[in-house]
């Protein structure tokens, strides 16, 4: 069977379709979105990407012949899932495997913000260390500090264990209401945005929660907080954040994802007082490469005409 995959992918996955005798395209990453398009047309099952955007009006160009998608991504918000179950595809993503991966990219811009890393590094390399002194670049201390977590999946949990560890107080709001398994306090969403001395993003992009974070948020937060988002860009009002980080409204902003990505607003990229990453919270060489393998198994699954064990959705 016709198997096409969006970009190349890391690790031997793939293998495992073409050891079977399936056909297996591989769009060139230069490609364009058309070609891709034209090429899934003929599939019967699709590995998509996140910048990959699967509206009903393009899955209604997808042929009948096909089975799955399968999202290589945990999040599935570029993908009309309502209209895949109404066309009887399947729609896989990849939890589990990427939750350490993205709970330590957590961390490390909870730490690059804290501890002012960014400016840091650009003093040194600037020529601009002209030896120790006792208020150079002060950051803030993570021991005894709120960590606000908005959102309380896997994800949120894994970040929760790290920040106690770093002798924070993990508290938390989630849509589902409190988590009997988790020692941490359950607040209101307000209270969370005022009491965080870090504020961490860790809910999926839906209605609900695009925009969720804007100026009249920002401007509840403490002075010295930091706000961190590894979930997707749209949760924030990216110009808001970027004019209350501007007017030293919050201490910092930590940010792995964006509204338009790939493009960064403008005003954000000249905020002194942000950490920008390119999207890489999931980003290692181990993590990558079971979010393939995850994504072939889904494929094999559901061209076996089983349910795919990952499956997002159900189509009987
Ligand atoms: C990354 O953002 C993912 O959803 O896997
Ligand atoms: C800093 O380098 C110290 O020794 O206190």
């Known amino acids: 069977m016709k198997i096409v995959v969006s970009r190349p992918l890391p690790g031997n996955a793939l293998d495992r379709l073409t050891g079977i005798g399936h056909d297996v395209k591989v769009m060139h990453p230069d490609r364009s979105n058309e070609e891709f398009l034209k090429a899934a047309a003929q599939a019967d099952a699709i590995v998509s990407m996140l910048s990959d955007q699967l ?5 209604a160009r997808l042929g009948s012949k096909l089975k799955i998608i399968a999202n290589y991504a945990v999040g599935y918000n570029n993908i009309d899932v309502d209209e895949c179950s109404r066309r009887k595809i399947y729609v896989a993503n990849t939890p589990d495997v990427l939750t350490d991966a993205t709970a330590d990219t957590t961390m490390l811009l909870v730490l690059m913000c804290m501890r002012r890393a960014i400016e840091s590094v650009a003093l040194l390399r600037d020529g601009r260390f002209h030896g120790w002194r006792p208020d150079l670049l002060l950051g803030l201390d993570l021991k005894g500090k709120n960590l606000g977590i908005l959102g309380m999946g896997r994800i949120g949990e894994a970040v929760a264990r790290r920040a106690e560890a ?19 306090p359950h607040v209101s969403f307000e209270t969370l945005v005022k009491e965080s001395d870090v504020l961490s993003l860790h809910c999926p992009l839906t209605s609900e929660t695009r925009h969720l974070i804007g100026k009249k948020e920002l401007a509840m937060m403490k002075k010295t907080a930091v ?18 980080l501007a007017a030293n409204k919050i201490f910092y902003a930590g940010c792995d994802v964006f509204e338009e990505e790939p493009i960064v607003n403008p005003e954000l990229l000249k905020c002194r007082n942000a950490v920008l990453l390119p999207h890489i919270g999931s980003g290692t060489v181990e993590t990558r490469n079971e979010m393939a393998e995850m994504t072939v198994n889904s494929i094999i699954q559901a061209l076996d005409g089983q349910k795919p064990e990952f499956a997002v959705n159900r189509i009987d």
């Open 55 to 59: 509206k009903a009006e393009t899955i």
């Open 166 to 184: 770093f002798g924070m107080n993990v508290l938390y709001h989630t849509r589902s209401g409190v988590k009997k398994h988790l020692p941490y």
């Open 227 to 244: 706000i961190i988002n590894t979930a997707r860009g749209p949760v924030i009002n990216e110009l808001e954040l970027a004019q209350a």
